[in-house]
């Protein structure tokens, strides 16, 4: 599962579905974590902050088998990609950012596009840092189920105005580099008692919402149906933390 955290990703995700979300898995050496961080931060500041060059995020995993490690994002358009980085910029990274890095496995790298139809990011949830990403793989068969409830969702979310979650959802489908029908969904928080907040106060509203557009008892239905659309297994959770400083303005 590790393969896939990758992206990670939501960073806000505010650019267009044409780019190209590209991240790796980091390990860091021991007890170099906050040199990494001012490292990475002073590049990224450095590089990493012009409309023509890539844009990186960077993320602390909270959760799960990779807990403590480093996501690495970067997001550009297929022109900057067959172009690739600036060597300026490359070697500016390996010379002051490698020494704290003990894995950077090329084996850990995935692209990924964001589905549009299926997100929603409210203005409110754009400072948000807290991520929980949900993570499926559904059967080729199951692909109608699974859009059909992500898609009512974003909708339903869209349409809750003032009962609106402080809670951005974004939607990343995996092009290259996983195996199987792998998608990520980006759920921001503002803190942890932020997100039992909106559990507990909010989600039955989208709930309601949800059944009022798309008919009673349909919500529970199009969960249903995607449970049976997912691979065995096909479900993780995990919790990351965005590490504005080493990441684009």
């Given at each position: 599962?590790?393969?896939?955290?990758?992206?990670?990703?939501?960073?806000?995700?505010?650019?267009?579905?044409?780019?190209?979300?590209?991240?790796?898995?980091?390990?860091i050496e021991q007890g170099q974590m906050d040199k990494f961080i001012?490292?990475?931060?002073?590049?990224?500041?450095?590089?990493?902050?012009?409309?023509?060059?890539?844009?990186?995020?960077?993320?602390?995993?909270?959760?799960?088998?990779?807990?403590?490690?480093?996501?690495?994002?970067?997001?550009?358009?297929?022109?900057?990609?067959?172009?690739?980085?600036?060597?300026?910029?490359?070697?500016?990274?390996?010379?002051?950012?490698?020494?704290?890095?003990?894995?950077?496995?090329?084996?850990?790298?995935?692209m990924w596009w964001r589905n549009a139809d299926a997100s929603h990011?409210?203005?409110?949830?754009?400072?948000?840092?807290?991520?929980?990403?949900?993570?499926?793989?559904?059967?080729?068969?199951?692909?109608?189920?699974?859009?059909?409830?992500?898609?009512?969702?974003?909708?339903?979310?869209?349409?809750?105005?003032?009962?609106?979650?402080?809670?951005?959802?974004?939607?990343?489908?995996?092009?290259?580099g996983c195996n199987g029908n792998w998608v990520a969904i980006f759920?921001?928080?503002?803190?942890?008692?932020?997100?039992?907040?909106?559990?507990?106060?909010?989600?039955?509203?989208?709930?309601?919402?949800?059944?009022?557009?798309?008919?009673?008892?349909?919500?529970?239905?199009?969960?249903?149906?995607?449970?049976?659309?997912?691979?065995?297994?096909?479900?993780?959770?995990?919790?990351?933390?965005?590490?504005?400083?080493?990441?684009?303005?």
């Amino acid at each position: 599962m590790k393969n896939y955290l990758i992206l990670i990703l939501t960073l806000s995700f505010t650019f267009a579905s044409s780019q190209i979300y590209t991240s790796r898995t980091i390990e860091i050496e021991q007890g170099q974590m906050d040199k990494f961080i001012e490292a990475a931060s002073k590049k990224t500041q450095m590089f990493n902050n012009d409309e023509n060059n890539f844009t990186y995020y960077t993320f602390q995993i909270l959760s799960g088998e990779d807990t403590g490690k480093i996501f690495r994002v970067q997001v550009g358009t297929p022109e900057m990609m067959d172009a690739g980085p600036d060597q300026n910029e490359v070697n500016y990274w390996s010379k002051n950012v490698g020494p704290y890095i003990k894995s950077n496995s090329a084996g850990r790298t995935a692209m990924w596009w964001r589905n549009a139809d299926a997100s929603h990011v409210p203005e409110s949830s754009l400072d948000n840092d807290l991520r929980m990403v949900m993570f499926y793989n559904y059967k080729d068969e199951g692909e109608i189920d699974f859009w059909r409830f992500r898609e009512r969702q974003a909708k339903a979310r869209a349409a809750l105005g003032e009962d609106q979650l402080d809670s951005a959802m974004n939607v990343m489908v995996c092009s290259s580099g996983c195996n199987g029908n792998w998608v990520a969904i980006f759920f921001s928080y503002e803190s942890f008692e932020a997100q039992r907040n909106i559990n507990q106060q909010g989600l039955p509203k989208l709930v309601e919402k949800y059944n009022e557009m798309f008919g009673g008892g349909s919500y529970e239905q199009d969960v249903a149906r995607v449970e049976g659309s997912l691979m065995p297994n096909g479900r993780r959770v995990v919790h990351m933390q965005l590490i504005r400083g080493a990441s684009s303005n």
